[in-house]
């Protein structure tokens, strides 16, 4: 809206700002990075959050971390629209991200390959996933999940 009332372009997406009128932005799904510059004189831009360190300390803001899907489970109905990561969804970059029976595709990795730590469940050890994983379990998720919940105390049912 902001752009359109200003009747100048924008810029969407950076990952870094260069200088006052020059940024960085993915193209490509994430497998390039253009470098922009903007000759107009207000830059509207939206900004990749995970790219930037946090602010400092002190402010209101809520920070909340939903559960990582991807749009085949969103289109199942196993979770609301709002969880879906991906080129159409959401961006996350999480301390640990556990991808569960998720297939890898561009769409969806191209916003969540920035977590610190990716550890995939698939019973498909071709999986793409495997390739952005630092830790990998070749499994059944319906065997390998409640093992897992086992050896967490906080996720064990009371
Ligand atoms: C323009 C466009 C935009 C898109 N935007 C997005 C987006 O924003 N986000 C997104 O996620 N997708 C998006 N997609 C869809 C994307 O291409 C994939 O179809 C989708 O990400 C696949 O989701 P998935 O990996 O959960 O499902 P699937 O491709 O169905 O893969 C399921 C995976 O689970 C594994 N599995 C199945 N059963 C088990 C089991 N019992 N134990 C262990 N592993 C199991 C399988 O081996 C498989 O790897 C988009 C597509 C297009 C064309």
Do not use: C, W
């Given at each position: 809206?902001a752009?359109?009332?200003l009747?100048?372009a924008q810029?969407?997406?950076?990952?870094s700002?260069?200088?006052?009128?020059?940024?960085?932005?993915?193209?490509?799904?994430?497998?390039?990075?253009a470098?922009?510059?903007?000759a107009?004189?207000v830059?509207?831009?939206?900004?990749?959050?995970?790219a930037?360190?946090?602010a400092?300390?002190?402010?209101?803001?809520?920070?909340?971390?939903?559960?990582?899907?991807?749009?085949?489970?969103?289109?199942a109905?196993?979770?609301?629209n709002?969880?879906?990561?991906g080129q159409?969804g959401?961006?996350?970059?999480?301390?640990?991200?556990?991808?569960?029976g998720?297939?890898?595709?561009?769409?969806h990795?191209?916003?969540?390959?920035d977590?610190?730590v990716i550890?995939a469940?698939?019973?498909?050890?071709?999986?793409?996933?495997?390739?952005?994983?630092?830790?990998?379990?070749v499994?059944?998720?319906?065997?390998?999940?409640?093992?897992?919940a086992?050896l967490i105390p906080?996720?064990?049912?009371?």
């Amino acid at each position: 809206m902001a752009k359109a009332l200003l009747d100048m372009a924008q810029i969407s997406d950076i990952l870094s700002v260069e200088s006052a009128d020059t940024f960085t932005r993915p193209i490509d799904a994430g497998n390039a990075i253009a470098t922009v510059k903007s000759a107009n004189p207000v830059k509207v831009i939206t900004v990749r959050t995970t790219a930037f360190e946090p602010a400092a300390e002190g402010g209101s803001a809520s920070d909340e971390t939903l559960g990582g899907a991807s749009r085949a489970a969103v289109v199942a109905g196993f979770v609301p629209n709002d969880y879906q990561v991906g080129q159409t969804g959401t961006i996350v970059a999480l301390e640990l991200h556990v991808a569960v029976g998720i297939s890898g595709a561009i769409q969806h990795l191209a916003r969540m390959k920035d977590s610190k730590v990716i550890v995939a469940i698939n019973k498909n050890e071709e999986a793409t996933i495997f390739q952005v994983a630092d830790y990998g379990l070749v499994a059944d998720l319906f065997k390998a999940v409640p093992e897992f919940a086992e050896l967490i105390p906080a996720g064990r049912p009371a």
